[in-house]
Structures are given as structure tokens and as C-alpha cells.
């Protein structure tokens, strides 16, 4: 059973949620404000973290903020009204996995929560076979067609290890630019368009959604 941190101020959605994911078999634990979120994470063992970010105490953002500092890397979602794209972009460059407006349905709550455990499961594979004749090996880091190894340029590379290992989150710019380009290197837009361009080929048009202003999404079903 998968534990799941609620941070939510909100009583009645708190309770609402809890019943609704514990009927689904998830163990949730209840938080109200900032201090109580942090008494259970240091006590529990947290599987993932649905954060509000207008909460007692401390915001949500610089809740995670901290979280991520400590070198936590605990899969977060956060639930909010807030949702100007300034809101969302911030929300993916402090560390989300995901960022849901409210109000949204329960359901739609739960197919997040479960594509973010999906990851993990896929994370763990050696292998994937991707489309049309190519896969791509974890344990090697290689690209192949048809059996055979293909080489494509570092950033590409980096760029499409980091869709796969995310499938269905979306990725900032600030995120791809962070992994795939060096401290002394200035990132470019232009380049990256040429490297998804490339991705696109490889795992297939369709699978790569261009959020304006924001990133891309690799979806996967």
C-alpha cells in the first residue's frame, strides 16, 4: 500500500479526498497546515505528497522548496486554485511532478497520482521498446533500431532519457535546460526545438506535447 501525504487546510476537501483515495486503497495521512506536513514526513515513510500551496503557516512552495533542499526527491502533486501560467511554472521549477487547478474531480486526481507510480514502476525497467523499430536500454543508456545501436548527439540523448524517465509530466524549459545543458553553457530555445524535432522522430509526433511559454510533455498511455 502507497502512502500519501494531504496537505489541505480546506477540512471538508481534506476528509473528501482521504475517504476517496483510501477507498482506493491508498493510506493517506492527513496534514492541515506546513508544520503538520513536516512532523509526517520526517516520521513516515511518504510515497507522495498532494500539496495546497495557500496553507497555515508556511505556503506550498516554499514548503517543497525546503523538502527539495533536503535532498528529498518524494514525488509531489500540487492542488491549488492558483493557476496563472506564472503559478505552474514556478510550481515545476521548485520540484512538482504534477500541478492540478482547482477544482478538479477526484478521478482526475487519481489517474495523476497513479501515472506518477506508473513512472516509478517504468524507471525501474532495463529496457523499453519505444516505436517503430527503436528501444531504448536503461542499463546502457543506448538507443537502438532494430537491434542495432544508434547514436545521436549528447543533448539529444539527455533530452530523451529525461521524457522517458517522465512519461506524461510536464518538463519546464528551466528543467531541460538544467539537465541538458552545462553551468557555463547559455541554453537556447532554437536548439532545443531542433532537439525535440529529432525526440519527435523517435518516439512518434503525437507523443510530444508543446505547451507554449511553459515545456513539453511526453505522452505515454
Not at 42 to 63: R, S, T
Not at 115 to 125: D, E, G, S, T
Amino acid at each position: 500500500m502507497k502512502n500519501i501525504l494531504l496537505l489541505e487546510d480546506d477540512l471538508q476537501l481534506n476528509d473528501t479526498i482521504k475517504q476517496f483515495l483510501e477507498y482506493k486503497n491508498y493510506k493517506i495521512y492527513p496534514a492541515y497546515d506546513a508544520y503538520e506536513a513536516k512532523d509526517i514526513l520526517y516520521e513516515q515513510k511518504i510515497d507522495l505528497m498532494l500539496l495546497d500551496i495557500k496553507v497555515p503557516y508556511q505556503n506550498g512552495f516554499d514548503f517543497l522548496t525546503e523538502v527539495r533542499a533536503e535532498k528529498n526527491s518524494t514525488p509531489a502533486i500540487f492542488i491549488t486554485s492558483l493557476n496563472s501560467v506564472d503559478d505552474v511554472t514556478r510550481g515545476f521549477d521548485i520540484g512538482c511532478d504534477d500541478y492540478i487547478r482547482k477544482p478538479f474531480a477526484l478521478k482526475e486526481l487519481l489517474v495523476r497520482i497513479e501515472v506518477i507510480f506508473k513512472r516509478q514502476v517504468i524507471n525501474l525497467q532495463k529496457s523499453i521498446d519505444l516505436n517503430n523499430g527503436y528501444s531504448f536500454d536503461f542499463e546502457k543508456r543506448l538507443l537502438l533500431y532494430n537491434n542495432k545501436t544508434l547514436n545521436i548527439r549528447t543533448k539529444e540523448m539527455k533530452l530523451l532519457i529525461l521524457l522517458l524517465e517522465n512519461p506524461n509530466k510536464l518538463l519546464s524549459y528551466n528543467d531541460i535546460f538544467n539537465e541538458l545543458w552545462e553551468y557555463d553553457e547559455i541554453p537556447s530555445h532554437g536548439s532545443l526545438r531542433a532537439y525535440i524535432s529529432t525526440i519527435r522522430n523517435i518516439l512518434g509526433k503525437d507523443k510530444i506535447e508543446t505547451l507554449k511559454y511553459v515545456g513539453y510533455r511526453y505522452v505515454k498511455q
